[in-house]
Structures are given as C-alpha cells and as structure tokens.
C-alpha cells in the first residue's frame, strides 16, 4: 500500500528487487533497431566501434548513477537526482533557479524516454503493414501505427496498474519470446557461416571520410544518437525508490543489463553488417535483421523475426513507458511539475502520468517518421545525461552532501570522469546531433525538440505557484484536536516560524 504525502502526490512502493529491475530494464538492447541502418551510413563498419564504445560511455556514467541511486533512495533515477541536489533548501524567494535547472534536467530525459512509445509504434505498424499484405487494402501505415500504439498503451496500463511487480513479470516473459530469438539471430550467422569478415574489414571508414569540423560535428552527432540506444540502461536505476534494498539492488541491476547491453549492441550490428555488407544494410535501413533472418534460415525466419521484433517492441515500450511515468512522477514529487500528475493507485503505479503519457505519443505518431522523432528525442536525452552528471559532480563536492551515507561508491576521483563526461553531452554531443539532424532530417526534429523542452518553463512557473498556494493554504488551516497531540503536525499547519 502507497503512502500518501502531505503535498498530495504519493509515494512509490517498494516492491522489486533486482532481478525484477533487470527484466524491466531488458528491453534497452532493442534500441538499437531504429539505428542499425543509420550509424552504418555516415560510419560504414565503424559503427560496430561506435556501438561498443557508447556502452562504455554508459558504464562511466552509470557509475556515478548507481552512487546517487543509493545516497538518495528515494529519488527516482536520474529525473530525481537532479531535481534533489540542484534546489535550494530553504529558499525563501519567488522562483528557485537552481530547481528550475533539476527540473529541466528531469523533464528532458522524461522527453528522451516517452517518445520511444510512438517511435515503436510506428515500426509496429510497418511490419504489420509487411506481414499481412491485406491490412494495406484498407488501412494505412499510419492508421495501423494509431491502432497499433492505442491498444499496446491500454494493455501496459491495465497491466501495470496492478504495481510495478506485474509490470516486472510481464518483463520476464517479454524478454523470453523476443530476447532470446535475437540472440539467436545474432549468433546463427557467425555459427553458420555467414558472416563474412570481408564486409566488416573491407569496409571499416567511408571512402570520403575526412577528419574535418564537418566529419567530426557528424561524430558527436552520432554518438549523441548512439547513446540514445546504447546507455539508456541507466533506466535500471529510475526505480531506486521501488527496490527493496536500493544498496544492493541499484547496482546489481545496472551492472548486469550493461554487460548484456555490450555485447548485444557490438554483436548484433556485426551480424548485420558482416552478412549484408555496408550496402546491403543500407538497402534495408529501416527492418536490416529480415533479410539477415532469410539468409540464414530462409522464408520462414523472416516471418520468425518480424513476429519476434513485434514482441520485442513490445518490450521496449513497456521499459519506456515505466521509466518516462516515474520520471514525471519524480517531477511532481519536487514541485516541478503539477501534483496531480505524481498521484499513484493503491498498488503506487502513477496512473495519471501514464495517462498523460499515453495520449501524448498518440499525438507524436502523428509525424510518421521513426528517424525523425529519435533525432528529437536525442536532444533530451544529451541535455538530461550531461545536466545529471553535473549533479553527480556537486553531490561530490558540496559540503551539504559530505555526510551522507553512500552504500555504493564509485572509485575515488570519479567526479573528474563525470565531468569529462559531462562535457562530453553538453555542449559536444548537443551541437553534434542539432547538426547532424541538420543534414538527415531537416530542422522539423530540432525545433520539435527545443519547442518541447522549451514548454517545460511555463509549466513549472505554473507548478510554483500551484505549490506556494498549497503551502499558504496549509499554513492557514488551523490543526484538528487528534492533530493537536503531535507537534510535528501542528508545525507543519502552522509553517515555518
């Protein structure tokens, strides 16, 4: 049973442990599907060093996460640790800058996270476009990725409103019927033969490769891409406030989806690239595993892939969908967004930010462009990663942190590599992927990204008054007779003296 908070927004219930965190968190490896066919055109073969080198990226970063997750247990992921080391305590002013920064952090990577349910849903509705030839006489590829999007939403909130636990089983078996094929598919074509060595060593830098501003702009933009997919496993660490023992579960969690991550992101676009060629996956950019499926186990494997990748999508958004809910639930626990959107359900799910959540893909479906909507999303989460580590920087330095008990801690000096990496999101990566959109998709992604993140400013203006009225309206009521005899309670009534 949640319990409820004086400020009208709930808390989260502690019921998972990391395993069940893991399972959650296994649909990360399958973001690499919408960018398998994308790092190979700008990096040919490369992208395979890309790939590997992004999780590493995500291995020093989801250090310094894994130290906060643990010094600040209830903080949700990297949306609460921000959020708790950048306000102000007792700021007595109008607006708390200082907050507005956490909360900014906080809403960006909750807008790097939700659009992955239209973004899949949209794939969804291609490959049942592809699979039943039929659904094309009379619906659109749009009109699926709607139905498609509406009834997978409906089924994850029916699901998950019976607690993160379910949510976590649901994981289990999601992960079974889509995980285990990929792997499969992976491994079959080295084991078999097929990946020819020559694709990927014949073909490791484009021809017209400089190392020039552009080149490089294009590299940080594609790492900006990369990590999109490649350290998103972090999300293991946004359910700090629902483990059972956060010391121990945060880090096993993370650690273990990281390792599965490596060699999944590495393996899978070597697969790829190693039987197809450069030019073969440039020829499927969008679904490259169907042909790699019909090469190695003929007609019958591509259907087996597309009814596996569906699953596997599945997955994907249902990590999604969890991780952006707790991430806007975080944001109304510390007063950064409305109240209303952190209310939880007896069993502590946040059933109204998935609502939220839900209706907004269905409006973002709208864009039909997978690529498009990924290059918006990058945005976010570059601004959110870069914006977190420097949270992770003054935990470790600010005296008012000095004292807190830290029951995983990262090597000593860790604060050095989170800056560098901190540095590395914001400006690097940030310029890289607003110039890289630049050149694929047009400036539409850019300015849907800075328009969104730009409309987390009146909404939290809004939210500070909202929480100023609360606290005026509570400083006004006078305390009941039963709440007479706790002078806990009667302070609280009364405000701060």
């Known amino acids: 049973m949640t319990e409820n908070r004086s400020d009208g927004v709930d808390d989260l219930e502690r019921s998972i442990d990391w395993k069940q965190g893991l399972a959650i968190a296994l649909g990360v490896p399958l973001l690499i599907l919408p960018s398998l066919g994308y790092l190979p055109m700008y990096l040919s073969a490369a992208a395979i060093l890309v790939w590997g080198l992004s ?270 809910s707790r991430a806007m639930h975080s944001m109304a626990v510390e007063g950064n967004l409305p109240r209303s959107l952190g209310k939880t359900n007896r069993q502590g799910t946040p059933f109204v930010a998935m609502l939220v959540i839900g209706a907004f893909n269905l409006v973002l479906i709208s864009m039909g462009n997978p690529a498009a909507i990924v290059a918006a999303s990058a945005i976010g989460y570059t601004c959110a990663n870069g914006i977190s580590l420097f949270a992770y920087v003054k935990a470790k330095t600010n005296p008012a942190f000095a004292d807190l008990e830290r029951p995983f801690k990262a090597p000593k000096g860790w604060k050095n590599v989170a800056m560098a990496f901190g540095l590395f999101n914001l400006p690097l990566c940030l310029v890289g992927v607003v110039y890289l959109n630049s050149l694929e998709v047009g400036w539409t992604s850019t300015w849907v990204g800075f328009v969104v993140l730009a409309l987390y400013i009146p909404i939290w203006i809004y939210s500070q008054h909202e929480t100023r009225r609360a606290k005026l309206e509570a400083a006004t009521t006078l305390p009941t007779e039963h709440d007479a005899a706790d002078p806990e309670k009667v302070l609280d009534a009364r405000g701060p003296q």
């Open 55 to 324: 999780v590493l990226q995500g291995f020093m970063q989801s250090t310094a996460y894994a130290e906060m997750a643990t010094t600040f247990p209830k903080a949700s992921g990297l949306p609460g640790f921000a959020q708790h080391i950048f306000r102000t305590g007792n700021y007595r002013g109008k607006y708390d800058r200082s907050k507005l920064l956490g909360g900014f952090s906080a809403w960006s990577y909750w807008f790097a996270w939700t659009p992955v349910l239209a973004i899949f849903s949209i794939l969804i509705g291609g490959y049942l476009h592809g699979l039943f030839p039929a659904l094309g006489e009379t619906l659109t590829e749009y009109q699926l990725a709607l139905i498609s999007g509406l009834v997978i939403f409906t089924v994850l909130f029916v699901v998950n409103w019976f607690g993160l636990k379910d949510g976590a089983k649901l994981g289990y078996i999601l992960a079974a019927f889509s995980l285990i094929p990929l792997v499969v598919l992976t491994v079959a074509p080295f084991a078999t033969g097929h990946v020819e060595m020559t694709n990927i060593i014949g073909n490791w830098i484009p021809a017209d490769w400089a190392w020039d501003m552009q080149h490089i702009l294009i590299l940080f933009g594609i790492f900006a891409i990369a990590q999109w997919s490649a350290c998103a496993w972090e999300t293991a660490a946004i359910y700090g406030p629902e483990y059972k023992n956060p010391a121990k579960d945060v880090s096993k969690a993370l650690f273990a989806c990281g390792i599965i991550c490596f060699f999944s992101f590495v393996l899978v676009q070597a697969a790829v690239i190693g039987v197809l060629g450069v030019d073969g996956v440039l020829a499927e950019p969008v679904s490259p595993l169907i042909p790699v499926a019909h090469a190695v186990f003929g007609e019958a494997g591509s259907m087996i892939t597309i009814i596996m990748l569906i699953a596997a999508m599945v997955l994907i958004i249902q990590t999604a969908y969890l991780g952006s």
